[in-house]
Protein backbone atom coordinates (compact mmCIF):
# COMPACT_ATOMS: atom_id res chain seq x y z
CA UNK A 1 0.00 0.00 0.00
CA UNK A 2 1.07 3.42 -0.08
CA UNK A 3 1.76 5.90 2.67
CA UNK A 4 -0.79 7.71 4.69
CA UNK A 5 -1.15 11.16 3.20
CA UNK A 6 -0.38 14.44 5.40
CA UNK A 7 -3.83 15.61 6.59
CA UNK A 8 -4.50 11.81 7.32
CA UNK A 9 -1.22 11.57 9.28
CA UNK A 10 -2.15 14.46 11.46
CA UNK A 11 -5.67 13.56 11.94
CA UNK A 12 -4.38 10.37 12.87
CA UNK A 13 -1.93 11.87 15.28
CA UNK A 14 -4.48 14.26 16.95
CA UNK A 15 -7.07 11.07 17.66
CA UNK A 16 -3.91 8.83 19.14
CA UNK A 17 -3.02 11.99 21.50
CA UNK A 18 -6.65 12.48 22.45
CA UNK A 19 -7.41 8.41 22.95
CA UNK A 20 -4.07 8.79 25.10
CA UNK A 21 -5.65 11.57 27.21
CA UNK A 22 -8.94 9.51 27.62
CA UNK A 23 -7.25 6.30 28.70
CA UNK A 24 -4.31 8.56 30.66
CA UNK A 25 -1.43 7.35 29.19
CA UNK A 26 1.17 8.51 27.51
CA UNK A 27 3.04 8.40 23.78
CA UNK A 28 6.04 6.95 26.25
CA UNK A 29 3.06 4.04 26.83
CA UNK A 30 1.86 3.96 23.41
CA UNK A 31 6.16 3.28 22.10
CA UNK A 32 6.30 0.71 24.41
CA UNK A 33 3.31 -1.44 22.95
CA UNK A 34 4.44 -0.46 19.47
CA UNK A 35 7.99 -1.88 20.28
CA UNK A 36 9.54 1.15 18.86
CA UNK A 37 12.45 2.53 21.00
CA UNK A 38 11.47 6.01 21.09
CA UNK A 39 8.21 8.01 22.16
CA UNK A 40 8.75 11.33 19.99
CA UNK A 41 5.73 11.94 17.59
CA UNK A 42 7.96 11.22 14.35
CA UNK A 43 8.95 7.57 15.70
CA UNK A 44 5.31 6.71 16.41
CA UNK A 45 4.37 8.42 12.74
CA UNK A 46 7.00 6.27 11.43
CA UNK A 47 5.56 3.20 13.10
CA UNK A 48 1.99 4.12 12.19
CA UNK A 49 3.21 4.25 8.23
CA UNK A 50 4.86 1.06 8.36
CA UNK A 51 1.55 -0.61 9.99
CA UNK A 52 -0.68 1.10 7.06
CA UNK A 53 1.89 -0.04 4.23
CA UNK A 54 1.52 -3.92 5.43
CA UNK A 55 -2.59 -3.29 5.59
CA UNK A 56 -3.57 0.22 5.98
CA UNK A 57 -6.03 2.13 8.45
CA UNK A 58 -7.29 -1.40 9.00
CA UNK A 59 -4.14 -2.55 10.09
CA UNK A 60 -3.32 0.60 12.28
CA UNK A 61 -7.03 -0.36 14.06
CA UNK A 62 -6.49 -3.60 14.33
CA UNK A 63 -3.06 -2.66 16.47
CA UNK A 64 -5.12 0.10 18.28
CA UNK A 65 -7.68 -2.00 19.42
CA UNK A 66 -5.03 -4.76 21.03
CA UNK A 67 -3.11 -2.36 22.68
CA UNK A 68 -6.32 -0.59 23.77
CA UNK A 69 -7.66 -4.73 25.19
CA UNK A 70 -4.92 -5.43 26.78
CA UNK A 71 -4.68 -1.58 28.95
CA UNK A 72 -8.72 -2.33 29.80
CA UNK A 73 -7.26 -5.78 29.90
CA UNK A 74 -10.44 -7.43 27.81
CA UNK A 75 -7.84 -10.23 26.29
CA UNK A 76 -11.13 -12.25 24.89
CA UNK A 77 -13.47 -10.83 22.75
CA UNK A 78 -17.21 -11.19 23.45
CA UNK A 79 -18.56 -14.61 22.79
CA UNK A 80 -21.15 -15.38 20.67
CA UNK A 81 -23.31 -16.87 23.36
CA UNK A 82 -23.46 -13.33 25.24
CA UNK A 83 -24.40 -11.72 21.62
CA UNK A 84 -27.29 -13.66 21.11
CA UNK A 85 -28.65 -12.94 24.56
CA UNK A 86 -32.02 -11.38 24.60
CA UNK A 87 -32.01 -8.57 27.03
CA UNK A 88 -35.69 -9.44 28.10
CA UNK A 89 -35.48 -12.81 29.59
CA UNK A 90 -34.73 -11.41 32.87
CA UNK A 91 -38.63 -10.14 32.47
CA UNK A 92 -40.06 -13.42 31.55
CA UNK A 93 -41.42 -12.07 28.22
CA UNK A 94 -41.69 -13.25 25.30
CA UNK A 95 -40.76 -10.31 23.80
CA UNK A 96 -40.92 -11.63 19.76
CA UNK A 97 -44.36 -13.67 20.55
CA UNK A 98 -45.82 -11.56 22.59
CA UNK A 99 -45.06 -7.95 22.04
CA UNK A 100 -44.70 -8.17 18.37
CA UNK A 101 -47.75 -6.05 18.34
CA UNK A 102 -49.51 -2.96 19.40
CA UNK A 103 -52.22 -4.86 20.06
CA UNK A 104 -50.27 -7.69 22.32
CA UNK A 105 -48.45 -5.65 23.75
CA UNK A 106 -51.99 -3.95 25.23
CA UNK A 107 -53.34 -7.73 25.87
CA UNK A 108 -50.32 -8.68 27.39
CA UNK A 109 -50.81 -5.88 30.11
CA UNK A 110 -54.05 -6.23 30.50
CA UNK A 111 -53.69 -9.75 31.44
CA UNK A 112 -50.76 -8.67 33.88
CA UNK A 113 -52.89 -6.27 35.54
CA UNK A 114 -55.85 -8.61 36.05
CA UNK A 115 -53.81 -10.84 37.48
Excluded at 15 to 20: A, E, S, Y
Excluded at 32 to 44: C, Q, V
Aim: net charge neutral; no cysteine.
Amino acid sequence: MKKLSTEEEAKLMIFIKDWLKIHGYTQKDLANKLNINSSRAPEIKNKLQDLYKKGGLFNIAKHLIKIEQSWLNINTPISEDKKDQEPFNQLDINYKLDLDTIDGLIDRMDSDYNK
